[in-house]
């Protein structure tokens, strides 16, 4: 008996997936699903299983969940680092709707999900597909996913945490004099780094190079 989690803040969409799961798996394999809608309620179904070392094979996990002020998880790669705490077997699967190459990047290097899909390559049949492509191979990547990281492959300066930190912050309208507010380096290193991302990107100013990522997708 397989056991599965789906989370989603919104019940149409996990009855989807659920519903998907059960006509395109194999009929062989039984399943049996939990379901949760908030950070809270993931939390709760988590610690209870884990208490009873129920453990769930797989999670289904939507990277974008609301903030809850009584947690301190930002996004739904805070449930699938700590399902690998408590859950070290399960095999978390990320759904986002994010596709900017940075965002993609990230959840892919600081959380690193055994797979990772964006919404709209979603497909009932997918689902079972990723599934299937988890147990055989142990991990997977959508093309989307694949394309977002060959593209920051092409740029290796934004393989800097800090440099695309930089250009984040840019593009939500900081002001480059007051970036080391936000980031533990100097002004003078700051530009030193613009300077040189300007250089790789060929452009001649911050506002251009703020375009030129926005444009490509890394941001």
Request: glycine residues 4%.
């Amino acid at each position: 008996m397989k056991k599965i989690l789906v989370i989603d803040d919104h019940p149409m969409i996990v009855e989807g997936y659920m519903t998907a799961l059960q006509q395109y798996l194999p009929k062989e394999m039984e399943v049996t699903y939990n379901r949760a809608f908030s950070f809270s309620e993931a939390r709760t179904i988590i610690d209870n299983e884990s208490k009873v070392n129920d453990f769930f094979d797989y999670a289904l996990v939507d990277f974008s969940l609301p903030i809850e002020s009584n947690s301190t998880w930002a996004n739904g790669g805070d449930i699938v680092m700590y399902l690998k705490k408590v859950m070290p077997e399960c095999k978390s699967i990320i759904i986002t709707g994010h596709t900017e190459v940075v965002t993609i990047y990230d959840i892919v290097k600081n959380i690193n999900p055994v797979g990772l899909v964006t919404k709209g390559e979603i497909t009932p049949f997918c689902l079972a597909e990723i599934i299937k492509e988890i147990t055989e191979s142990g991990k997977f990547r959508s093309k989307v996913v694949k394309q977002c990281i060959g593209e920051i492959v092409e740029k290796e300066i934004l393989y800097d945490d800090y440099n695309r930190a930089i250009l984040v912050l840019l593009s939500k309208g900081h002001k480059l004099q007051d970036l080391d507010q936000h980031l533990p380096l100097s002004l003078p290193t700051i530009k030193k780094r613009i300077a040189k991302m300007k250089q790789i990107f060929e452009v001649s100013d911050t506002a251009a190079l703020v375009q030129m990522a926005i444009k490509d997708g890394f941001v």
